[in-house]
């Protein structure tokens, strides 16, 4: 068509006013479908084509979504920022990603950020943040936290199982024979990091095992102190033959501390990450591991999002937690406990 086609024209060929049109494109109109549909012809045939920002000045909408991450560069985030990527730009949203780096007071500063920017709502994966904090902001706009179980008007969490998790990983451990099973865990300011060890003591009471402090060592989630710990536990000369890591970062870690001390896994020490990163299936040998399905977790905080701006309440939930048995892992031949 020569000329630019405009909401009034939408309007006048489908008989209602340009306002209504309006809010059925940004969806906030309470019509019936027969006129929905009569608006959508129109659309059809005219070649209308909507601006974003027009759209959203005229809905109160900016049509972008704040997403407060940890470490963009992170393996298992940024398949999770890929998922909401993924599943915003399907409905007309742009994502603002900001990292918190683990840190309360940045992450505030990162939330100040984005409501500056005038987002229609925001996704916190994880983090510092207090329950406290993350209530007030829901009453300002609505938010989607993931990694915690909270409840609040204007908000939905989205938790997945840790505890469960590492209690598969450590009853799989123990069903192969070993005993003396060593955990790196992860920063216990992190809920998931607290459960993960929560998880691991509980296999081992279940089984009747005392739980041995001296063989639960602090990590970072980096693979810097999974190697650091196991250097640690081989200096200790503390009796293990397997390692559970809280993630599979600090699991590769592990592996090459290991290596670097002339062990093999599994053959001399059985190994288990958590995470089922990418890589998991193609490290040497490939990693034992719990799947958590970084992507869908990424899909379903951006779902929740967009039911919570449109109205709706959200209903989604993580999958269980399911051990990924790979060839990092053996049954304890006696002799080669550490």
């Given at each position: 068509m020569g000329s630019k086609v405009t909401l009034g024209m939408v309007a006048?060929?489908?008989g209602v006013s340009p306002s209504t049109v309006s809010r059925i494109l940004n969806g906030t109109a309470v019509v019936s479908p027969e006129k929905r549909e009569a608006v959508d012809k129109a659309i059809a045939e005219l070649g209308f084509v909507p601006n974003p920002i027009a759209r959203g000045l005229a809905g109160g909408r900016t049509l972008s979504v704040g997403v407060v991450t940890q470490a963009i560069d992170s393996p298992f985030y940024g398949v999770a920022?890929?998922?909401?990527?993924?599943?915003?730009?399907?409905?007309?949203?742009s994502p603002l990603f900001v990292s918190g780096h683990w840190n309360e007071a940045e992450e505030a500063r990162c939330i100040d950020v984005l409501r500056s920017?005038?987002?229609?709502?925001i996704i916190v994966l994880t983090g510092r943040l207090s329950d406290d904090a993350l209530r007030d902001l829901a009453h300002q706009m609505p938010v989607v936290v993931t990694g915690r179980t909270m409840e609040a008007a204007g908000l939905y969490a989205l938790d997945f199982n840790s505890f469960e998790g590492a209690r598969l990983a450590t009853h799989h451990l123990l069903s192969l024979g070993h005993r003396e099973i060593a955990f790196i865990s992860g920063p216990q300011v992190h809920p998931d990091a607290m459960e993960r060890l929560r998880g691991y003591k509980s296999a081992l009471a279940a089984a009747g095992i005392k739980f041995k402090s001296a063989l639960v060592l602090p990590g970072t989630y980096q693979e810097e102190?999974?190697?650091?710990?196991?250097?640690?536990?081989?200096d200790s000369r503390l009796k293990f033959s397997a390692i559970f890591a809280a993630n599979d970062q600090m699991a590769f870690?592990?592996?090459l501390a290991?290596?670097?001390?002339?062990?093999?896994?599994?053959?001399?020490?059985?190994?288990?990450?958590?995470?089922?990163?990418?890589?998991?299936s193609h490290s040497v040998p490939p990693l034992t591991t719990i799947h958590q399905a970084s992507h869908e977790?990424?899909?379903?905080a951006a779902i929740s999002l967009l039911e919570l701006l449109s109205g709706q309440t959200p209903t989604a939930k993580l999958p269980e937690p399911r051990l990924i048995a790979r060839s990092s892992t053996r049954a304890l031949v006696a002799s080669v406990a550490h």
């Amino acid at each position: 068509m020569g000329s630019k086609v405009t909401l009034g024209m939408v309007a006048e060929a489908c008989g209602v006013s340009p306002s209504t049109v309006s809010r059925i494109l940004n969806g906030t109109a309470v019509v019936s479908p027969e006129k929905r549909e009569a608006v959508d012809k129109a659309i059809a045939e005219l070649g209308f084509v909507p601006n974003p920002i027009a759209r959203g000045l005229a809905g109160g909408r900016t049509l972008s979504v704040g997403v407060v991450t940890q470490a963009i560069d992170s393996p298992f985030y940024g398949v999770a920022l890929r998922g909401i990527e993924d599943e915003l730009s399907t409905a007309g949203y742009s994502p603002l990603f900001v990292s918190g780096h683990w840190n309360e007071a940045e992450e505030a500063r990162c939330i100040d950020v984005l409501r500056s920017r005038r987002v229609d709502g925001i996704i916190v994966l994880t983090g510092r943040l207090s329950d406290d904090a993350l209530r007030d902001l829901a009453h300002q706009m609505p938010v989607v936290v993931t990694g915690r179980t909270m409840e609040a008007a204007g908000l939905y969490a989205l938790d997945f199982n840790s505890f469960e998790g590492a209690r598969l990983a450590t009853h799989h451990l123990l069903s192969l024979g070993h005993r003396e099973i060593a955990f790196i865990s992860g920063p216990q300011v992190h809920p998931d990091a607290m459960e993960r060890l929560r998880g691991y003591k509980s296999a081992l009471a279940a089984a009747g095992i005392k739980f041995k402090s001296a063989l639960v060592l602090p990590g970072t989630y980096q693979e810097e102190s999974g190697r650091m710990a196991v250097e640690r536990l081989l200096d200790s000369r503390l009796k293990f033959s397997a390692i559970f890591a809280a993630n599979d970062q600090m699991a590769f870690g592990a592996a090459l501390a290991l290596h670097r001390r002339g062990l093999r896994v599994p053959d001399d020490v059985s190994l288990v990450g958590f995470d089922d990163l990418a890589i998991a299936s193609h490290s040497v040998p490939p990693l034992t591991t719990i799947h958590q399905a970084s992507h869908e977790l990424g899909r379903l905080a951006a779902i929740s999002l967009l039911e919570l701006l449109s109205g709706q309440t959200p209903t989604a939930k993580l999958p269980e937690p399911r051990l990924i048995a790979r060839s990092s892992t053996r049954a304890l031949v006696a002799s080669v406990a550490h």
